[in-house]
Nanobody, 121 residues
Framework: QLVESGGGLVQTGGSLRLSCEASGRPLRNYDMAWFRQAPGKEREFVGGISWNGGSTYYADSVKGRFTVSRDNRRNMMYVQMNSLKPEDTAVYYC????????????????WGQGTQVTVAS
C-alpha cells in the first residue's frame, strides 16, 4: 500500500514537499515515481528514482524545480517541489514498479490514492 501526503494550496513560486509511505512490502525492491493528473488531462510522469536511489529522471516541465528522493530504511519517497506554477496544479500520485522498469506509466502496478496540489496564481 502506498499513501501520499503533503499536498495543499500554495501561491505561485511557493514550495511543497510530498511524501509517499509504503507498507506491506520493502521499497528497496522497486523503482519509484511520481505522476500527476490535472482535470481533463491524462496522467503524466513527473519524476522517478531508481530502486537504490542511484539515478533520477524528470519530466522537462519540472526539471530544475522538483527533486525526487527516497529513504529505503523508512520505506519513504519524497518530492520537493519548488518554484511552483499554476500549471503544476494536479492530483499527485506515487507509484512503484519492479526494478529497472523505466518510467512509463504502464510499468507501474502499485499506486497511491493521490494528494491534491493546487497552485494559486
Amino acid at each position: 500500500q502506498l499513501v501520499e501526503s503533503g499536498g495543499g494550496l500554495v501561491q505561485t513560486g511557493g514550495s511543497l514537499r510530498l511524501s509517499c509511505e509504503a507498507s506491506g512490502r520493502p521499497l528497496r525492491n522497486y523503482d519509484m515515481a511520481w505522476f500527476r493528473q490535472a482535470p481533463g488531462k491524462e496522467r503524466e510522469f513527473v519524476g522517478g528514482i531508481s530502486w537504490n536511489g542511484g539515478s533520477t529522471y524528470y519530466a522537462d516541465s519540472v526539471k530544475g524545480r522538483f527533486t525526487v528522493s527516497r529513504d529505503n530504511r523508512r520505506n519513504m519517497m519524497y518530492v520537493q517541489m519548488n518554484s511552483l506554477k499554476p500549471e503544476d496544479t494536479a492530483v499527485y500520485y506515487c507509484a512503484a514498479a519492479m526494478k529497472d522498469s523505466g518510467w512509463h506509466l504502464n510499468a507501474y502496478g502499485y499506486w497511491g490514492q493521490g494528494t491534491q496540489v493546487t497552485v494559486a496564481s
